[in-house]
């Protein structure tokens, strides 16, 4: 017997987001009305018993939403549009591990991943995650499982009970499990790069299709590895796929089709349930976020483009706000932990400044950081530099903007030796002197590679 499975999947990198960035109509009620279209919209989207709706992760955090409800806005939204699995995310770890476990507990869909443990088990488990779930259809069975990029307690707050396996075994494991259990066919929800993907598809046998990216890659049509499908669709609401897998019980994926979905182009209804949940928790956010706190007559440059690779004024500004705050020599930011990715501009024609909101503080800096004061050695501090310029090139979140510091580095130079200068107070940094060091806790506590600031006194 063969079904055909429509399955329609989020799109990755959702970041706590209702609407894309840049475009206020790819947006949340929009998608979920493309998503749950009965009949056919601009390209013929369908919707039925066969359909599942899937998310691939990084969908809690990090926005102004996310740091103001902690993911609830996200998780109302997807129980109204009737989403049927997610996979965890780096972000969606952003708010801490026991505030993920709440929005797991408080989602009716199902959290799966093979390779994001706790305590022997998934993460989670108690509060509804599964290390992969079954789906019958039509006398076939669907198994749907996930996986989370292995940077993750590196880039993330997983907390200290939690682990992150290498995706390959821990898929094999979970497949072997599924197809024991009776599985014709394995979808994988995954959060990881396009490359560790491929590596899984290549060295893990019995998975059908991969769909979702760690890095908000776009395929127009799904790539084929070693007979597994691997579907990229980008992020933030731009594009929606819909992957038709044809499957036979005993013999397993027959067949395929895909369509990938512009939503900008797509005539679909917003759904009105996840309208009306959306709605609710934007007027809540205006009532808290729209007071003014100041105005500036320069423009403020947060671009991800500059933060993550280059001096900043808002890079700087928030370095000096830290130092300020724990009265340091030093001050260092980690520029992932800038967010917002916006120029804020005065308006030049009428010499007005722009004005300064509590929503633009909390949009240059949603995640639930505290400041670190630390006392660290000129080595260590020469060793936090190092790192912090050593993925330059990859758009890493661990650049540093500092404050009470200047330094050069030469990226061609070889690892280790890339700061060529730094001076703290106009003179050079001695390995063997101290230094008060003021960053945030996510930093201090080693993440984004700065690991040997972890055994840092404070």
Known sequence: MTSDRVRRRHDTHLHGRYANAFADDLNVERYFGLMNAAEGVSSGVASGSNTLRIGSGDDLASSVLSAAFDGRHVVSAFNAGGLDYDTFGNHDFDMGPETLRERVDESRFTWVS??????????????????????????????????????????????????????????????????????????????????????VARDVDGIDAIVGDHAASLLERPAVVDGTLLSFVGDQFAHLGELDLRVAADEGVVGHSFTLHALGEASANGDPWVGLIASGFRSRLAERLDVELGRTTVPLDARESVVRARESNVGNYVADAVRDD?????????????????????????????????????????????????????????????????????????????????????????????????????????????????????????????????????
């Open 114 to 199: 093979a390779n994001a443990r706790e305590d022997g088990d998934v993460f989670a488990a108690d509060a509804g995650a599964r290390r992969y779930a079954l789906e019958e259809v039509d006398g076939v069975t669907l198994a749907v499982t996930g996986l989370i990029t292995p940077e993750a307690p590196e880039i993330t707050s997983v907390g200290e009970n939690t682990t992150v396996l290498d995706p390959v075994p821990a898929a094999r494991e979970a497949v072997a499990e599924a197809r024991a259990d009776g599985a014709d066919a394995v979808i994988v929800s995954s959060h990881l790069s396009g490359s560790t993907a491929r590596r």
């Open 326 to 458: 724990v009265d340091a020599d030093v001050g260092l930011m980690n520029g992932g932990g800038i967010r917002g990715d916006a120029r804020y501009l005065p308006d030049a024609s009428e010499n007005s400044p722009a004005t300064i909101t509590r929503e633009t503080v909390v949009s240059l800096l949603p995640f639930p950081n505290t400041t670190v004061g630390l006392t660290v050695s000129g080595e260590t501090l020469l060793a936090a530099l190092e790192n912090g310029v050593s993925r330059v090139a990859d758009g890493s979140g661990r650049f540093p903007q500092v404050s009470g510091l200047s330094y050069a580095y030469d990226p061609n130079r070889a690892a280790g030796e890339r700061i060529t200068e730094a001076t703290v107070g106009g003179e050079p940094v001695d390995p063997g002197a101290t230094y008060d060091l003021g960053t945030n806790d996510f930093v201090a506590g080693g993440g984004d590679g700065y690991a040997g600031l972890a055994d840092a006194e404070r």
